[in-house]
């Protein structure tokens, strides 16, 4: 797929992992690492030149996430197994600490951390702006907002969920309904946010990651349909 290689089934070297017998300490471990994969992933982000016209794609290079190994579309297409540097992902060759060596789950899926960290990075965001402006905003308005982000999140977290199993056109639906979401958001910002000084960059900041999420929405939808075209004439 394009830009991420966002194909995210467990499919290809996520094979090779075989059943993993983990505790619920060793869960709560693989937890705690994947949270540190989402604050890699704001560090890249917010490190990211501002003028930027592919923030979504300096992000994703600094990750790895355009090398082979994420993506899975040879095994889907049938095609020969990756080569020798693609072996190099494979648990033997890991500590069981690195985050390299855990097994495949959605947590690992880079649009799920992406997502994860773009919606965590808009709360905090608009919990500093309805602190410094708590008497300038409607209170309703306010809901509105925060409800808008919820649903967003909530069908872009199942639209993954979906990509991930195969259901691509159910996958379509989903992120639709985020997209959404965001466009209320993003609707609903000059009404909430004033432009007075101080102020102007956290609404910048809102309405930046506001446009990247919106992009990944967009580029996800624009992949299982095409993954979805391509099995129907298979």
């Known amino acids: 797929m394009t830009n991420f290689n966002f194909e995210g089934q467990p499919e290809g070297d996520w094979d090779d992992r075989g059943n993993i017998s983990w505790s619920e300490l060793d869960w709560q471990q693989f937890l705690s690492r994947r949270e540190k994969e989402v604050a890699r992933l704001l560090h890249f982000y917010n490190e990211c030149p501002s003028d930027s016209m592919d923030r979504l794609d300096w992000v994703a290079r600094q990750m790895g996430w355009d090398s082979e190994d994420w993506s899975v579309s040879d095994f889907i297409e049938g095609e020969d197994d990756p080569d020798e540097e693609g072996d190099s992902w494979k648990a033997d060759d890991r500590g069981k600490d690195s985050p390299d060596s855990d097994p495949y789950t959605l947590h690992r ?3 799920y951390v992406v997502c994860s960290g773009l919606f965590l990075h808009l709360r905090y965001i608009w919990r500093k702006v309805i602190t410094e402006q708590n008497d300038a905003i409607d209170n309703l308005r306010a809901w509105d907002f925060g409800e808008s982000l919820n649903e967003a999140e909530k069908h872009s977290l199942i639209a993954m969920q979906c990509m991930d199993m195969g259901d691509f056109l159910l996958c379509v639906v989903h992120m639709k309904r985020a997209l959404r979401g ?9 009404e909430l946010v004033t432009l007075a000084d101080g102020n102007k960059a956290l609404q910048e900041q809102l309405y930046t990651r506001l446009f990247d999420l919106r992009e990944v929405c967009l580029r996800v939808i624009q992949d299982c349909r095409e993954e979805d075209r391509r099995n129907f004439r298979e």
């Open 182 to 190: 965001i466009n209320l958001a993003m609707s609903l910002l000059p």
């Open 109 to 111: 899926h880079p649009v």
